[in-house]
């Protein structure tokens, strides 16, 4: 256990008015669920993010990145140490325009994926309709390489700025990234901060189709209107999460408030007052479920803070 003898000053000091001492996660989680982090703090800058990561890893405290608070599961118990909401930038998105159709976006790590979507149909921009409807920041898209319906942030990000493990500000670009299916390789102690995404210009109708078109897909297909993670688990190679569930026969199987999704297996949904233990009985059920039944071992989308899964025997 990390001392917590002075830091309230400290924080304070970095972060003034920013600080929440024992804060209940479950509202900054889209599943609505999660106990208290010992420190909840809200950086405003990279000065500021540089110098908590000083701090936490001098002092050897544990610490987590937090954006809009998708594809994460806070265990009931809390986290120990410290968690860094990076709220959405009041800092202009910038744009740089080329002679050709190509436009590069610079966007900060806690800008929402929707707003991505708003601006890109508001400037006639082609290439982020296949995020419309997808929750979460662009930084945890980036964090996982988010993607559907064929295509994956990877496709259009230029470079990304990260702090590096000694603190400083380094710009990796798009042949340094080590992307893969629903991840990105990154060392421990590195943390997103911005980056550029790569796309052209097109025609503002057929871009605002598209958007509508798939997130209304979206909308009919998952359980949007419910408190979830997104996607619990990633597709195997040739095939389907969400199909294996349901035929192993788990489609709106319930513990406690938590529910596999009627509408969509591969989400697991807060029915009011679920608790993160009853959602991981569900993980751990599936797991088994699908490897006895289908010899194949899913392996997990959501990111599990403070808790873990079994092994499924």
Known sequence: MY???????????????????????????TIQIGGEADWFIEPQNISEIQQLLEVVRDRHIPWFVLGQGSNVLVSDRGVRGVVMHLKPSRLPI?????????????????????????????????????????????????????????KEIKDITSFLKIISPGGQVVRKEKKQL?????????????????????????DAEAIQKESRRLWFQRKTTQPLSQPSCGSVFKNPPGDFAGRLIENAGLKGFERGRAQVSDRHANFIVNRGGARAVDVLFLMNLIR???RQQFGILLEPEVRLWGCALKEPG
């Open 3 to 29: 001392r917590q003898q002075g830091l309230k000053q400290l924080w304070g000091e970095i972060c003034p008015g920013r600080v929440k001492q024992r804060e209940r996660l479950s509202p900054y989680t």
């Open 94 to 150: 910038k744009i740089k325009r080329f002679k050709n159709t190509q436009v590069l976006v610079e966007v900060e790590a806690g800008i929402p994926l929707a707003r991505l979507v708003g601006l890109g149909i508001k400037n006639h921009f082609k290439g982020l309709e296949f995020l419309a409807g997808i929750p979460g920041s662009i930084g945890g898209a980036w964090a996982m390489n988010a993607g559907s319906y064929g």
């Open 178 to 202: 080590c992307f893969s299916y629903r991840a990105l390789k990154m060392e421990p102690d590195e943390v997103i901060l911005s980056g550029g995404l790569k796309v052209s210009l097109g």
């Open 288 to 290: 088994t479920r699908v």
